[in-house]
């Protein structure tokens, strides 16, 4: 049982440089979520989709895009990275919206120099 | 005032004590309550989850939500070192799990 899978799981990147961080589940999910954890900040949602063909900006969207490719995949880039995009990067995905029963991938650990 | 608070200890506690973690909100609306635990390194998992007031157990654990006074607790029994984590609470109002607002986590230690 995969659940949610995160990929890469650490990345060092230059001030300026692009990626994409990919995130896949195979729960059947309607709901896909990107949040974002720094130390003394908790879990900060980025953007989410609540299904295949919408997306919407969360707490901290700016310096994001995301793409939701497909019903399984939920992908985030950064366009421009920035020192202040340093953070651990988690992929949720959720079966029924409103409840916060939220299902996590093991994280994607970022460094932005 | 933020919106959901909690102590981030860190709390160290020896094997087989009773563990209570708590959590205290301003919001009202807010209707589902959950508590998440997060390995070293790991992504939360869901732990235990309530809608509106009242108990649930499950096992070792014990969710408590008193919605008059906004305040959760998560009860933890005969604490194993398996149980050493970050544990957050988080709540819901209802409408969209993208509502979802987290406490920072309180890390906890269970010493052998």
């Known amino acids: 049982n995969a659940g949610v899978t995160q990929t890469p799981k650490f990345q060092v990147l230059k001030t300026g440089q692009s990626m994409t961080l990919q995130c896949a589940q195979d729960m059947n999910h309607n709901s896909m979520y990107w949040y974002r954890q720094d130390p003394g900040m908790g879990l900060r949602l980025i953007y989410y989709?609540?299904?295949?063909?919408?997306?919407d900006k969360g707490e901290v969207p700016n310096g994001y895009n995301v793409s939701r490719l497909n019903k399984r995949e939920f992908s985030l880039r950064l366009e421009s990275a920035a020192p202040s995009q340093t953070s651990v990067y988690f992929c949720a995905s959720s079966e029924r919206r409103g409840t916060g029963e939220l299902f996590f991938g093991e994280g994607s650990r970022l460094t932005v120099l | 005032q933020k919106e959901v608070e909690q102590d981030p200890g860190p709390l160290s506690v020896p094997e087989g004590a009773i563990v209570s973690l708590n959590c205290t909100y301003s919001?009202?609306?807010?209707?589902?309550f959950m508590w998440y635990r997060q390995y070293s390194r790991k992504g939360p998992e869901l732990l235990m989850y309530t809608y509106s007031s009242g108990n649930k157990e499950d096992g070792r654990f014990t969710a408590q939500v008193d919605k008059s006074s906004k305040y959760i607790s998560l009860f933890i029994r005969d604490s194993q070192p398996s149980d050493s984590a970050t544990y957050l609470c988080a709540m819901n109002p209802q409408g969209g799990s993208e509502k979802l607002v987290f406490g920072k986590g309180t890390k906890l230690t269970v010493n052998p």
């Open positions: 989709s609540a299904s295949e063909g919408t997306t």
């Open positions: 919001n009202s609306a807010f209707q589902y």
